[in-house]
């Protein structure tokens, strides 16, 4: 059979660091269980790459598009242009948009053949073990029986088939291919660990999901249960950053890294066994409920591996809006008690706030600022951002509900940051956002 040539694409991230985990797991994991010879390389426009001419140059038979939200007009522009260069090359989509919004990708963009729901890796995988015959043309009938798949059948009709199972072991998914990458810009010294000096770094994702659901949040669409590597998986992902690529910082890109205290500290004694904690430095997420007196020797031993900063979602000055944010377990209290119990074990704070939710009103938004003003010599780094419904999460339902979004959106101008979708604000001081049909 002959060689299988995949070009997958990176839409641009507007100068983003951050390496595309969805990427490089699936390079890894075709690589490593396709029963079939594959060349897979990428064109990624974050690291400056000219994707139709890579297309020429590469001449693959799949192109594999992944697309946030942000991304998902500019890929559905990339898919176009490519067809018009070959129309029998098969474009797959991927990613947290297309698996949130499968009927309406699909009708918006046309030029998407396949498109891939939920975790990738083993829907690519039989897809392209059973779904291509010698001469690299789908096979119709076998289509319908991937899980995880949506597809253009007769007519343009769009047929969804069933959804694919979360891979539950995911220690059996190798590390992400980053040989796939251009490592000069990922890699490149930089505030990767935000608040700190620039350092040749790297992320790591050592779990999938998040056992919490906050509003805002579509985590849970893309990985539906909570997993986590084993310690010795991260350790040796650790250790080829240091010993391989002279990473020398590291920050793990877990929604929520604490979830599982227990794992955290084996990973710190290993870290500090192998020596690890005096070549990198690392930071993660978590959550402010999480850190009470209780986890104070945690603490302690996580400096002494090596981490630096913990970052929250504190989100909110107002106990209201936290609750409705995040739900009845997260408070003020419990945020300002995380901020003084992370300050005396040594650790920095780096604080994530976000003002204009649905409901919030402009006294709930002064709180916050109040919150912020009175931590300001605590918090080492902050940042504020304007709450955005992205598809998937209930604030995105809540939204279309009230008429805040249309129906049809092809989503031009989706990430737009100098508007707050509201019910309760007036217009003025603050600009009401207006997508509705005229």
Request: charged share 30%; proline share 3%; aromatic share 10%.
């Amino acid at each position: 059979m002959n060689k299988l040539k995949i070009l997958l694409v990176i839409p641009d991230k507007g100068g983003h660091q951050y390496l595309s985990f969805g990427v490089g797991y699936l390079s890894s994991y075709l690589k490593k269980y396709s029963k079939r010879k594959l060349e897979i390389k990428l064109a990624d426009k974050n690291a400056g790459d000219n994707v139709l001419k890579k297309f020429a140059e590469d001449k693959p038979d799949i192109v594999g598009i992944t697309a946030t939200t942000p991304q998902i007009k500019q890929a559905g522009e990339i898919a176009k242009e490519i067809k018009k260069a070959n129309s029998r090359v098969i474009i797959i989509i991927g990613g947290i948009h297309f698996s949130t919004l499968p009927l309406q990708t699909f009708e918006n963009f046309p030029a998407f053949d396949l498109g891939i729901v939920g975790e990738g890796e083993e829907t690519m995988l039989e897809l392209i073990d059973s779904g291509f015959d010698k001469n690299q043309k789908l096979i119709k009938d076998k289509l319908r029986q991937i899980n995880g798949l949506v597809f253009r059948d007769k007519f343009d009709k769009i047929v969804v088939n069933s959804p694919r199972d979360p891979i539950f072991d995911i220690d059996k998914i190798p590390p992400p291919d980053r040989s796939l990458f251009n490592l000069k810009y990922y890699l490149a010294p930089r505030q990767l660990i935000r608040g700190f000096s620039a350092k040749r770094s790297t992320s790591v994702l050592s779990s999938r999901g998040c056992p919490f659901q906050c509003k805002f949040c579509a985590s849970n669409l893309m990985a539906k249960k909570y997993r986590v590597h084993s310690v010795s998986y991260i350790l040796k992902e650790v250790k080829d950053l240091i010993e391989k690529y002279k990473v020398e910082a590291i920050y793990f890109h877990d929604d929520l890294f604490l979830a599982n205290k227990k794992r955290v500290l084996k990973f710190c004694d290993a870290m500090i066994e192998a020596g690890y904690n005096k070549k990198a430095i690392w930071c993660c997420q978590t959550r402010a409920e999480l850190i009470n007196e209780n986890v104070n020797s945690l603490l302690e031993k996580m400096k002494e591996a090596g981490c630096r900063q913990l970052e929250f979602g504190f989100e909110s000055g107002s106990d209201r809006v936290l609750k409705f944010l995040k739900g009845q377990s997260a408070s003020v209290e419990k945020n300002q008690r995380a901020i003084d119990i992370v300050i005396k074990s040594g650790l920095q704070v780096f604080g994530n706030f976000m003002i204009g939710s649905i409901t919030e009103t402009k006294k709930e938004i002064e709180l916050t600022k109040k919150f912020i003003e009175k931590n300001l010599d605590k918090i080492n780094f902050f940042q504020t951002y304007l709450t955005v419904p992205y598809p998937g999460t209930i604030i995105w339902e809540m939204c279309k509900k009230a008429g805040l979004l249309k129906d049809d959106e092809k989503f031009e101008n989706f990430f737009c940051l100098t508007v707050i979708m509201s019910v309760v604000l007036s217009v003025t001081p603050f600009q009401k956002i207006f997508w509705k049909k005229k």
